[in-house]
């Protein structure tokens, strides 16, 4: 069970270049996310998703896009990228089920810097 | 939207020293309240929750009492140990999509 796993670790753009951040969870879980770290900000939401074939706008979504074709993977896309989307991300998931207290499980990151 | 305000770190303390780290929040109606700990270059795992006011969620000698009085969740642990070294985020959640709002994270240094 490797939980949720992202891919890749570590990568550099050039600005404008574009690329996909691959998340994936063998957890069965129906809600994943997208967040970005940066220093002293916390994290932020990107998108998230609460179903195979759904996505929704989160607190920061300008400059990316999503999709979940497949209940398991979790896309996140950079059309141009630009230096302002250095950051490291993390994808999460977590279990639809009563109650409102179920976790959110974290990938490792992926580190991307945008020069 | 909800939010949160945590003290601002760098908190540096002695092995066995007493933690307290702050934490309030603004949210609309009663939302679960979660502590998540990032150890250097990982992501995110929870520590402890709390699901209604006077909980308290406890895990690895940390504790944390929901105080919907003082929309508060203070973090605390007894002893803190070098290995407790990390960054520790509070998190209400709430809403549809049980979407998490963090705070900016305090980061805890503890030295020998």
């Known amino acids: 069970n490797a939980g949720v796993t992202q891919t890749p670790k570590f990568r550099v753009l050039k600005t404008g270049q574009s690329m996909t951040l691959l998340c994936a969870q063998d957890m069965n879980h129906e809600y994943m996310y997208w967040y970005r770290q940066d220093p002293g900000m916390g994290l932020r939401l990107i998108h998230y998703s609460v179903g195979e074939g759904t996505t929704a706008k989160g607190e920061v979504p300008d400059g990316y896009n999503v999709s979940r074709l497949k209940k398991q993977n979790f896309l996140l896309g950079l059309e141009s990228a630009a230096p302002s989307q250095t950051s490291v991300y993390f994808c999460?998931?977590?279990?639809?089920?009563?109650?409102?207290?179920?976790?959110?499980?974290f990938g490792p990151g992926t580190r991307l810097t945008v020069l | 939207g909800n939010s949160v305000t945590q003290m601002e770190g760098p908190v540096t303390l002695s092995e066995e020293a007493f933690l307290t780290i702050n934490c309030t929040y603004t949210?609309?109606?009663?939302?679960?309240l979660f502590w998540y700990v990032q150890y250097p270059g990982e992501g995110l795992q929870l520590l402890l929750k709390a699901t209604k006011a006077d909980d308290k969620g406890s895990n690895k000698g940390f504790e944390a009492t929901y105080r919907k009085e003082t929309t508060s969740f203070h973090l605390e642990k007894g002893s803190v140990q070098v290995s407790d070294s990390a960054v520790y985020f509070c998190?209400?959640?709430?809403?549809?999509?049980?979407?998490?709002?963090f705070g900016t994270g305090t980061r805890l240094q503890v030295t020998l």
């Open positions: 949210a609309t109606g009663y939302p679960s």
């Open positions: 999460a998931s977590r279990l639809l089920a009563e109650g409102s207290y179920n976790e959110q499980f």
């Open positions: 998190a209400p959640l709430a809403g549809t999509a049980s979407k998490l709002t």
